[in-house]
Protein backbone atom coordinates (compact mmCIF):
# COMPACT_ATOMS: atom_id res chain seq x y z
CA UNK A 1 0.00 0.00 0.00
CA UNK A 2 1.12 3.49 -0.27
CA UNK A 3 3.27 5.12 2.82
CA UNK A 4 1.86 7.85 4.68
CA UNK A 5 4.98 9.42 3.88
CA UNK A 6 3.76 9.77 0.23
CA UNK A 7 2.68 12.96 -1.04
CA UNK A 8 0.19 11.73 -3.46
CA UNK A 9 -3.52 13.39 -2.75
CA UNK A 10 -5.41 10.12 -1.78
CA UNK A 11 -7.27 7.82 -4.22
CA UNK A 12 -9.65 9.64 -6.81
CA UNK A 13 -13.06 11.14 -6.13
CA UNK A 14 -15.08 8.79 -8.12
CA UNK A 15 -13.25 5.66 -6.60
CA UNK A 16 -15.14 2.79 -4.69
CA UNK A 17 -15.54 3.54 -1.73
CA UNK A 18 -13.29 2.31 0.85
CA UNK A 19 -14.64 1.58 4.57
CA UNK A 20 -12.87 0.26 7.60
CA UNK A 21 -13.97 -1.16 10.86
CA UNK A 22 -11.24 -0.90 13.70
CA UNK A 23 -12.25 -2.83 17.19
CA UNK A 24 -9.47 -3.77 19.90
CA UNK A 25 -9.08 -7.15 20.66
CA UNK A 26 -9.88 -6.52 24.50
CA UNK A 27 -13.12 -7.94 25.42
CA UNK A 28 -16.16 -9.17 23.72
CA UNK A 29 -17.60 -7.97 20.87
CA UNK A 30 -20.25 -4.75 21.77
CA UNK A 31 -23.17 -4.66 20.16
CA UNK A 32 -22.58 -1.33 19.34
CA UNK A 33 -18.94 -2.22 17.34
CA UNK A 34 -21.72 -4.77 15.89
CA UNK A 35 -23.71 -1.56 14.93
CA UNK A 36 -20.75 0.20 13.59
CA UNK A 37 -19.51 -3.00 11.50
CA UNK A 38 -22.98 -3.67 9.91
CA UNK A 39 -23.41 0.10 8.53
CA UNK A 40 -19.93 -0.43 6.95
CA UNK A 41 -20.51 -3.60 5.60
CA UNK A 42 -23.92 -2.19 4.38
CA UNK A 43 -21.95 0.72 2.39
CA UNK A 44 -19.62 -1.44 1.04
CA UNK A 45 -21.93 -4.03 -0.35
CA UNK A 46 -24.12 -1.27 -1.43
CA UNK A 47 -21.77 0.80 -3.52
CA UNK A 48 -19.52 -2.63 -4.89
CA UNK A 49 -16.25 -1.01 -2.24
CA UNK A 50 -14.66 -2.75 0.46
CA UNK A 51 -15.24 -2.97 3.95
CA UNK A 52 -11.61 -2.86 5.84
CA UNK A 53 -11.11 -5.18 9.52
CA UNK A 54 -8.28 -3.84 11.12
CA UNK A 55 -7.13 -4.92 14.34
CA UNK A 56 -6.17 -1.71 16.47
CA UNK A 57 -4.01 -4.26 18.29
CA UNK A 58 -1.05 -1.85 20.29
CA UNK A 59 -2.42 -1.63 23.46
CA UNK A 60 -0.28 -4.77 24.65
CA UNK A 61 -1.17 -4.79 28.40
CA UNK A 62 -4.98 -5.48 27.17
CA UNK A 63 -5.06 -6.86 24.17
CA UNK A 64 -5.46 -10.87 23.88
CA UNK A 65 -5.45 -13.12 20.84
CA UNK A 66 -8.02 -15.06 21.64
CA UNK A 67 -10.09 -11.52 21.62
CA UNK A 68 -9.14 -12.16 17.72
CA UNK A 69 -10.36 -15.19 17.30
CA UNK A 70 -14.23 -13.73 19.22
CA UNK A 71 -14.06 -10.72 16.39
CA UNK A 72 -14.05 -12.69 13.48
CA UNK A 73 -16.65 -15.30 14.70
CA UNK A 74 -18.91 -12.70 15.91
CA UNK A 75 -18.58 -10.83 12.92
CA UNK A 76 -19.73 -13.79 10.61
CA UNK A 77 -22.10 -14.20 12.63
CA UNK A 78 -23.29 -11.44 11.26
CA UNK A 79 -22.67 -12.40 8.20
CA UNK A 80 -19.22 -10.19 7.74
CA UNK A 81 -16.63 -13.25 6.34
CA UNK A 82 -13.33 -12.85 4.60
CA UNK A 83 -15.06 -15.05 2.05
CA UNK A 84 -16.44 -12.48 0.57
CA UNK A 85 -14.91 -10.15 -2.36
CA UNK A 86 -16.25 -7.34 -0.46
CA UNK A 87 -13.75 -8.05 2.52
CA UNK A 88 -10.23 -7.11 3.16
CA UNK A 89 -7.96 -7.82 6.09
CA UNK A 90 -7.45 -8.22 8.96
CA UNK A 91 -4.64 -5.68 8.98
CA UNK A 92 -2.88 -5.43 12.25
CA UNK A 93 -2.07 -2.01 13.78
CA UNK A 94 1.21 -3.14 15.55
CA UNK A 95 2.57 -4.01 11.95
CA UNK A 96 2.81 -0.52 10.72
CA UNK A 97 4.30 1.09 13.58
CA UNK A 98 7.16 1.75 10.95
CA UNK A 99 5.21 4.15 8.63
CA UNK A 100 3.74 5.74 11.92
CA UNK A 101 7.10 6.75 13.22
CA UNK A 102 7.94 7.72 9.59
CA UNK A 103 4.92 9.89 9.61
CA UNK A 104 5.66 11.72 12.56
CA UNK A 105 9.42 12.10 12.02
CA UNK A 106 8.00 13.68 8.44
CA UNK A 107 5.89 15.72 10.58
CA UNK A 108 8.71 16.88 12.55
CA UNK A 109 10.82 17.60 9.73
CA UNK A 110 8.83 19.86 8.06
CA UNK A 111 7.83 21.60 10.62
CA UNK A 112 3.95 20.91 11.67
CA UNK A 113 5.23 19.06 14.74
CA UNK A 114 8.07 20.06 18.05
CA UNK A 115 9.37 18.21 20.61
CA UNK A 116 8.08 19.42 24.23
CA UNK A 117 9.41 17.90 27.71
CA UNK A 118 6.75 19.55 29.25
CA UNK A 119 4.91 17.07 32.03
CA UNK A 120 1.20 17.58 33.05
CA UNK A 121 2.34 19.59 36.51
CA UNK A 122 4.65 21.95 34.78
CA UNK A 123 1.73 22.54 32.60
CA UNK A 124 -0.12 23.43 35.44
CA UNK A 125 1.95 25.16 37.11
CA UNK A 126 2.51 27.51 34.61
CA UNK A 127 -1.15 28.14 33.62
CA UNK A 128 -2.70 27.60 37.04
CA UNK A 129 -5.35 26.39 35.10
CA UNK A 130 -6.48 22.65 34.36
CA UNK A 131 -8.97 23.57 31.97
CA UNK A 132 -6.20 25.45 30.19
CA UNK A 133 -4.49 22.58 28.60
CA UNK A 134 -1.37 23.04 26.61
CA UNK A 135 -0.16 26.37 26.13
CA UNK A 136 2.67 26.13 23.84
CA UNK A 137 5.71 26.50 25.78
CA UNK A 138 8.19 24.77 23.53
CA UNK A 139 6.55 25.64 19.89
CA UNK A 140 10.23 27.60 19.57
CA UNK A 141 12.28 25.72 21.18
CA UNK A 142 13.78 23.99 18.82
CA UNK A 143 13.97 20.84 20.90
CA UNK A 144 15.83 18.11 19.63
CA UNK A 145 14.34 13.76 20.20
CA UNK A 146 15.49 12.86 23.56
CA UNK A 147 14.16 10.11 25.65
CA UNK A 148 10.92 11.41 27.46
CA UNK A 149 10.56 14.56 25.03
CA UNK A 150 6.64 14.22 22.73
CA UNK A 151 6.31 14.83 19.64
CA UNK A 152 3.45 17.64 19.30
CA UNK A 153 1.48 19.04 16.40
CA UNK A 154 1.79 22.39 15.70
CA UNK A 155 -1.76 23.54 15.10
CA UNK A 156 -2.63 26.66 13.14
CA UNK A 157 -3.35 29.30 15.57
CA UNK A 158 -6.06 30.90 13.31
CA UNK A 159 -8.99 29.98 10.72
CA UNK A 160 -10.87 26.79 11.94
CA UNK A 161 -11.29 23.15 10.96
CA UNK A 162 -14.45 21.95 9.02
CA UNK A 163 -15.44 18.57 8.97
CA UNK A 164 -17.48 16.67 5.97
CA UNK A 165 -19.75 14.85 8.35
CA UNK A 166 -22.65 12.84 6.16
CA UNK A 167 -24.59 12.40 9.76
CA UNK A 168 -24.19 15.50 11.50
CA UNK A 169 -23.93 18.50 8.40
CA UNK A 170 -20.20 20.24 8.60
CA UNK A 171 -19.35 20.96 11.91
CA UNK A 172 -16.50 23.20 12.04
CA UNK A 173 -13.87 23.92 15.39
CA UNK A 174 -12.26 27.10 15.59
CA UNK A 175 -8.38 26.10 15.58
CA UNK A 176 -7.20 28.06 18.56
CA UNK A 177 -9.10 25.85 20.50
CA UNK A 178 -7.27 23.23 19.66
CA UNK A 179 -4.23 22.58 21.57
CA UNK A 180 -1.36 21.46 20.11
CA UNK A 181 -1.74 18.22 20.64
CA UNK A 182 0.54 14.88 21.35
CA UNK A 183 1.03 12.73 18.18
CA UNK A 184 3.99 10.36 19.56
CA UNK A 185 4.84 9.56 23.02
CA UNK A 186 8.20 10.46 25.38
CA UNK A 187 9.09 6.93 23.75
CA UNK A 188 8.91 7.55 20.44
CA UNK A 189 5.58 5.55 19.85
CA UNK A 190 2.79 7.13 17.90
CA UNK A 191 -0.37 7.84 19.77
CA UNK A 192 -4.06 6.95 18.57
CA UNK A 193 -4.83 9.98 16.94
CA UNK A 194 -1.43 9.49 14.58
CA UNK A 195 -1.69 5.25 13.83
CA UNK A 196 -5.44 5.88 13.01
CA UNK A 197 -4.60 8.63 10.39
CA UNK A 198 -1.34 6.73 9.24
CA UNK A 199 -3.27 3.21 9.08
CA UNK A 200 -6.37 4.84 7.59
CA UNK A 201 -4.19 6.56 4.32
CA UNK A 202 -2.15 3.20 4.20
CA UNK A 203 -5.59 1.66 3.40
CA UNK A 204 -6.93 3.97 0.84
CA UNK A 205 -10.20 5.23 3.27
CA UNK A 206 -12.59 7.32 1.84
CA UNK A 207 -14.99 6.99 4.09
CA UNK A 208 -14.45 6.54 8.35
CA UNK A 209 -17.82 6.06 9.92
CA UNK A 210 -17.45 5.43 13.63
CA UNK A 211 -19.08 6.05 17.14
CA UNK A 212 -20.34 10.00 17.84
CA UNK A 213 -17.49 9.34 20.78
CA UNK A 214 -14.50 10.09 18.06
CA UNK A 215 -16.18 13.34 16.83
CA UNK A 216 -13.92 15.47 19.09
CA UNK A 217 -10.98 13.54 17.75
CA UNK A 218 -11.54 14.11 13.87
CA UNK A 219 -10.63 18.10 13.12
CA UNK A 220 -7.29 16.98 14.92
CA UNK A 221 -7.05 13.63 12.45
CA UNK A 222 -8.19 15.63 9.83
CA UNK A 223 -5.43 18.68 9.82
CA UNK A 224 -2.66 15.26 10.39
CA UNK A 225 -4.21 14.31 6.71
CA UNK A 226 -3.88 17.53 5.42
CA UNK A 227 -0.38 17.70 6.90
CA UNK A 228 0.74 14.73 5.15
CA UNK A 229 -0.41 15.81 2.02
CA UNK A 230 -3.94 13.67 1.88
CA UNK A 231 -7.15 14.41 1.06
CA UNK A 232 -9.36 13.40 4.16
CA UNK A 233 -12.16 11.21 3.67
CA UNK A 234 -15.34 12.13 4.36
CA UNK A 235 -16.70 11.19 8.41
CA UNK A 236 -20.12 9.99 9.38
CA UNK A 237 -20.58 10.17 13.30
CA UNK A 238 -23.14 7.64 13.97
CA UNK A 239 -25.20 8.07 17.05
CA UNK A 240 -24.52 7.01 20.79
CA UNK A 241 -26.22 3.75 22.17
CA UNK A 242 -28.62 4.20 25.24
CA UNK A 243 -30.06 1.81 27.82
CA UNK A 244 -33.73 2.41 28.56
CA UNK A 245 -32.29 5.25 31.45
CA UNK A 246 -30.84 7.03 28.27
CA UNK A 247 -27.45 6.23 29.86
CA UNK A 248 -24.73 4.95 27.29
CA UNK A 249 -24.38 1.51 27.24
CA UNK A 250 -21.72 0.24 29.74
CA UNK A 251 -20.30 -3.65 29.97
CA UNK A 252 -19.76 -2.45 33.45
CA UNK A 253 -23.91 -1.68 33.82
CA UNK A 254 -25.47 -3.49 30.68
CA UNK A 255 -25.83 -6.59 28.66
CA UNK A 256 -23.82 -5.41 25.82
CA UNK A 257 -21.95 -8.41 24.53
CA UNK A 258 -23.28 -9.49 21.42
CA UNK A 259 -22.39 -13.20 22.04
CA UNK A 260 -24.04 -12.77 24.99
CA UNK A 261 -27.81 -12.38 22.83
CA UNK A 262 -26.51 -15.34 20.37
CA UNK A 263 -25.96 -17.54 23.59
CA UNK A 264 -30.04 -17.18 24.73
CA UNK A 265 -31.08 -17.92 21.21
CA UNK A 266 -31.32 -14.34 19.39
CA UNK A 267 -31.36 -15.71 15.71
CA UNK A 268 -28.13 -14.01 13.75
CA UNK A 269 -30.50 -12.81 11.35
CA UNK A 270 -32.73 -11.17 13.71
CA UNK A 271 -29.82 -9.51 15.71
CA UNK A 272 -28.39 -8.01 12.40
CA UNK A 273 -31.91 -6.88 11.52
CA UNK A 274 -32.35 -4.84 14.50
CA UNK A 275 -28.90 -3.59 14.81
CA UNK A 276 -29.90 -1.78 11.63
CA UNK A 277 -32.57 -0.03 12.79
CA UNK A 278 -30.45 1.49 15.69
CA UNK A 279 -30.54 5.39 14.70
CA UNK A 280 -31.68 4.47 10.68
CA UNK A 281 -34.81 3.21 9.33
CA UNK A 282 -35.69 2.05 5.92
CA UNK A 283 -38.82 3.88 5.71
CA UNK A 284 -42.40 2.97 4.80
CA UNK A 285 -42.86 1.94 8.59
CA UNK A 286 -41.23 -1.83 7.76
CA UNK A 287 -38.66 -3.05 10.20
CA UNK A 288 -38.30 -6.53 9.58
CA UNK A 289 -36.39 -6.89 6.30
CA UNK A 290 -33.99 -9.27 5.01
CA UNK A 291 -30.33 -7.88 4.59
CA UNK A 292 -30.48 -7.41 1.36
CA UNK A 293 -32.84 -4.73 1.53
CA UNK A 294 -31.73 -2.90 4.44
CA UNK A 295 -28.80 -2.98 2.18
CA UNK A 296 -30.85 -1.83 -0.87
CA UNK A 297 -32.12 1.01 1.29
CA UNK A 298 -29.85 2.26 3.21
CA UNK A 299 -28.40 5.84 3.34
CA UNK A 300 -25.38 7.20 5.54
CA UNK A 301 -27.02 10.70 5.01
CA UNK A 302 -30.35 9.32 6.68
CA UNK A 303 -28.88 7.96 9.91
CA UNK A 304 -30.09 10.33 13.00
CA UNK A 305 -28.06 12.22 15.01
CA UNK A 306 -29.74 11.61 18.01
CA UNK A 307 -29.15 9.01 20.79
CA UNK A 308 -30.14 5.40 19.56
CA UNK A 309 -32.11 3.26 22.40
CA UNK A 310 -30.78 -0.40 22.51
CA UNK A 311 -34.81 -1.95 23.23
CA UNK A 312 -33.89 -5.87 24.56
CA UNK A 313 -38.26 -5.99 24.44
CA UNK A 314 -38.08 -5.31 20.83
CA UNK A 315 -35.31 -7.21 19.90
CA UNK A 316 -36.76 -10.71 21.30
CA UNK A 317 -40.17 -9.35 19.86
CA UNK A 318 -37.85 -9.42 16.35
CA UNK A 319 -36.43 -12.67 17.34
CA UNK A 320 -39.71 -14.10 17.69
CA UNK A 321 -41.05 -13.33 14.13
CA UNK A 322 -37.84 -14.56 13.16
CA UNK A 323 -38.14 -17.57 14.69
CA UNK A 324 -42.12 -17.67 13.37
CA UNK A 325 -40.68 -17.78 10.31
CA UNK A 326 -38.40 -20.81 10.03
CA UNK A 327 -39.69 -24.15 9.07
CA UNK A 328 -40.58 -26.22 12.02
CA UNK A 329 -37.58 -28.54 10.53
CA UNK A 330 -35.27 -25.27 10.77
CA UNK A 331 -36.49 -24.57 14.30
CA UNK A 332 -36.14 -27.61 15.08
CA UNK A 333 -32.32 -27.70 14.00
CA UNK A 334 -31.83 -23.87 15.58
CA UNK A 335 -33.05 -25.69 19.22
CA UNK A 336 -30.04 -28.06 19.32
CA UNK A 337 -27.81 -26.34 21.19
CA UNK A 338 -30.32 -25.96 23.68
CA UNK A 339 -31.25 -29.55 24.21
CA UNK A 340 -28.01 -30.94 25.04
CA UNK A 341 -25.63 -30.00 27.83
CA UNK A 342 -24.55 -27.86 29.41
CA UNK A 343 -28.35 -26.08 28.74
CA UNK A 344 -30.17 -29.25 29.06
CA UNK A 345 -31.48 -30.18 32.82
CA UNK A 346 -31.46 -33.98 31.74
CA UNK A 347 -29.17 -36.49 31.08
CA UNK A 348 -27.88 -36.97 27.14
CA UNK A 349 -30.01 -40.52 27.40
CA UNK A 350 -33.15 -39.38 28.64
CA UNK A 351 -33.64 -37.03 25.37
CA UNK A 352 -35.96 -38.60 22.74
CA UNK A 353 -35.64 -36.79 19.36
CA UNK A 354 -38.93 -37.78 18.68
CA UNK A 355 -40.72 -36.60 21.18
CA UNK A 356 -39.43 -33.48 20.84
CA UNK A 357 -40.57 -33.45 16.84
CA UNK A 358 -43.30 -34.04 18.21
CA UNK A 359 -44.09 -31.13 20.31
CA UNK A 360 -41.65 -28.99 18.00
CA UNK A 361 -45.15 -27.94 15.79
CA UNK A 362 -46.95 -26.73 18.98
CA UNK A 363 -43.33 -25.07 20.53
CA UNK A 364 -42.55 -23.44 17.34
CA UNK A 365 -44.68 -20.37 17.42
CA UNK A 366 -44.40 -19.56 21.18
CA UNK A 367 -40.86 -19.62 21.99
CA UNK A 368 -39.67 -15.83 21.20
CA UNK A 369 -35.96 -16.92 22.60
CA UNK A 370 -34.73 -20.23 21.70
CA UNK A 371 -33.08 -20.63 25.12
CA UNK A 372 -36.74 -20.98 26.16
CA UNK A 373 -37.48 -24.11 24.53
CA UNK A 374 -35.89 -25.77 27.50
CA UNK A 375 -38.15 -24.58 30.26
CA UNK A 376 -41.05 -25.61 27.70
CA UNK A 377 -40.26 -29.47 27.22
CA UNK A 378 -38.63 -30.17 30.22
CA UNK A 379 -41.46 -32.17 31.31
CA UNK A 380 -41.06 -34.42 29.05
CA UNK A 381 -37.36 -35.92 29.14
CA UNK A 382 -37.29 -35.31 33.29
CA UNK A 383 -38.52 -38.16 35.54
CA UNK A 384 -40.26 -35.75 37.57
CA UNK A 385 -40.98 -32.37 36.60
CA UNK A 386 -39.48 -29.16 38.33
CA UNK A 387 -41.55 -27.03 40.18
CA UNK A 388 -41.81 -23.81 40.44
CA UNK A 389 -42.87 -22.80 43.18
CA UNK A 390 -44.74 -19.96 42.40
CA UNK A 391 -46.66 -21.48 39.92
CA UNK A 392 -47.67 -24.08 42.40
CA UNK A 393 -48.93 -21.53 44.96
CA UNK A 394 -51.21 -19.78 42.35
CA UNK A 395 -52.53 -23.11 40.96
CA UNK A 396 -52.80 -24.95 43.93
CA UNK A 397 -55.61 -23.21 46.00
CA UNK A 398 -59.06 -24.51 47.46
CA UNK A 399 -60.32 -27.40 45.02
CA UNK A 400 -57.50 -28.28 43.45
CA UNK A 401 -57.13 -31.11 45.29
CA UNK A 402 -60.63 -32.65 44.38
CA UNK A 403 -60.35 -31.13 40.73
CA UNK A 404 -56.99 -33.09 40.58
CA UNK A 405 -58.79 -36.47 42.12
CA UNK A 406 -61.48 -35.85 39.04
CA UNK A 407 -59.03 -35.55 36.66
CA UNK A 408 -57.10 -38.66 37.58
CA UNK A 409 -60.07 -40.84 37.75
CA UNK A 410 -61.26 -39.71 34.66
CA UNK A 411 -57.87 -40.31 32.57
CA UNK A 412 -57.36 -43.48 33.60
CA UNK A 413 -59.51 -45.18 31.65
CA UNK A 414 -59.50 -42.52 28.41
CA UNK A 415 -58.94 -42.60 25.27
CA UNK A 416 -55.52 -41.12 25.03
CA UNK A 417 -56.00 -38.32 22.40
CA UNK A 418 -55.45 -34.26 22.87
CA UNK A 419 -59.45 -33.84 22.47
CA UNK A 420 -60.53 -36.33 24.60
CA UNK A 421 -58.11 -35.09 27.30
CA UNK A 422 -59.49 -31.81 27.16
CA UNK A 423 -63.01 -32.86 27.27
CA UNK A 424 -62.38 -34.63 30.53
CA UNK A 425 -60.72 -31.58 32.39
CA UNK A 426 -63.57 -29.34 31.05
CA UNK A 427 -65.97 -31.58 32.76
CA UNK A 428 -64.68 -32.38 35.68
CA UNK A 429 -63.92 -28.69 36.29
CA UNK A 430 -67.25 -27.62 35.35
CA UNK A 431 -68.40 -30.25 37.94
CA UNK A 432 -66.59 -28.41 40.95
CA UNK A 433 -67.63 -25.11 39.49
CA UNK A 434 -64.42 -23.75 37.53
CA UNK A 435 -63.88 -23.00 33.69
CA UNK A 436 -61.50 -24.68 31.45
CA UNK A 437 -59.14 -21.71 31.94
CA UNK A 438 -59.23 -22.22 35.49
CA UNK A 439 -59.57 -26.24 35.86
CA UNK A 440 -56.14 -26.83 33.64
CA UNK A 441 -53.86 -24.88 35.99
CA UNK A 442 -53.33 -27.53 38.11
CA UNK A 443 -53.29 -29.74 36.15
CA UNK A 444 -50.52 -28.27 34.31
CA UNK A 445 -48.39 -27.54 37.00
CA UNK A 446 -48.53 -30.71 38.43
CA UNK A 447 -47.96 -32.27 35.24
CA UNK A 448 -45.72 -29.48 33.64
CA UNK A 449 -43.99 -27.34 36.91
CA UNK A 450 -45.51 -24.46 35.60
CA UNK A 451 -48.55 -22.27 34.86
CA UNK A 452 -47.30 -21.21 31.73
CA UNK A 453 -45.93 -23.48 28.38
CA UNK A 454 -46.97 -25.51 25.12
CA UNK A 455 -50.78 -26.31 24.77
CA UNK A 456 -51.50 -28.46 27.42
CA UNK A 457 -53.55 -31.66 25.76
CA UNK A 458 -51.66 -31.65 23.14
CA UNK A 459 -48.52 -32.18 25.85
CA UNK A 460 -50.40 -34.57 27.83
CA UNK A 461 -50.80 -36.56 24.32
CA UNK A 462 -46.92 -37.31 23.97
CA UNK A 463 -46.34 -37.46 27.73
CA UNK A 464 -48.44 -40.55 27.77
CA UNK A 465 -50.73 -41.92 30.46
CA UNK A 466 -48.77 -43.66 32.60
CA UNK A 467 -46.39 -40.62 33.54
CA UNK A 468 -48.93 -38.54 33.34
CA UNK A 469 -51.02 -40.49 36.12
CA UNK A 470 -47.63 -40.58 37.94
CA UNK A 471 -47.41 -36.60 38.10
CA UNK A 472 -51.15 -36.59 38.84
CA UNK A 473 -50.45 -38.88 41.93
CA UNK A 474 -47.17 -37.38 43.09
CA UNK A 475 -48.61 -33.37 43.27
CA UNK A 476 -52.02 -34.87 44.93
CA UNK A 477 -49.53 -36.64 47.95
CA UNK A 478 -47.59 -33.06 48.60
CA UNK A 479 -51.14 -31.93 48.78
CA UNK A 480 -52.08 -33.98 51.50
CA UNK A 481 -48.70 -33.41 52.94
CA UNK A 482 -48.98 -29.87 53.03
CA UNK A 483 -52.95 -29.99 54.29
CA UNK A 484 -51.51 -32.27 57.36
CA UNK A 485 -48.95 -30.51 57.86
CA UNK A 486 -51.62 -27.25 57.97
CA UNK A 487 -53.85 -29.13 60.28
CA UNK A 488 -50.88 -30.39 62.43
CA UNK A 489 -50.12 -26.09 62.71
CA UNK A 490 -53.52 -25.15 63.19
CA UNK A 491 -54.07 -27.81 65.82
CA UNK A 492 -50.77 -26.76 67.83
CA UNK A 493 -51.81 -22.69 67.81
CA UNK A 494 -55.03 -23.79 69.54
CA UNK A 495 -53.41 -25.26 72.61
Known sequence: ??????????????????????????????????????????????????????????????????????IMSAMAALGITKDDPAFEGPYFQSENAGIQKEAAQRLFTEGKAYYCDCTRDVVLARTGNQQT????????????????????????????????????????FPNKNLEDFVIARGNGSPVFL????VDDIDEHITLVMRAEEHLPNTPKQQLLWEALGQTPPQWAHMPVIVNEKRQKLSKRRDKVALEDYLA????????????MLLGWAPGNDEEILPFDE??????????????????VKKLTAFNGEYIRALSVPEFTEACAPWLRAPAAPWAPEQFDQKVFDAVAPLAHSRVALLSEITNNVDFLFLD????????????????????????????????????????????????????L???????????????????????????????????????????????TRTDAEVSAGAQ
Not at 17 to 43: D, E, K
Not at 137 to 154: H, I, K, P, S, T
Not at 297 to 309: G, L, Y
Not at 456 to 463: A, G, K, Q, R, T
Open 437 to 483: GKAQAPVRVAVTGRRIGLPLFESLEVLGRDRTLNRLDAALARLAEIA
Open 194 to 197: LANV
Open 1 to 70: MTSATDTSTGPAADAPVRVRFAPSPTGMFHVGGARSALFNWAVAKQQGGTFVLRIEDTDASRNQPEWVDG
Open 264 to 275: EGILPDAMVNYL
Open 384 to 435: APIIDEDSWNKAMKAGAAELLVGVRDALAEAAWEAETLKDIVTTVGEAHGMK
Open 294 to 311: LVRRFRVEDINSSSAFFD
Open 133 to 172: GYDGFCRDRGLEYAEGRALRFRTPAEGETQVVDLIRGNPT
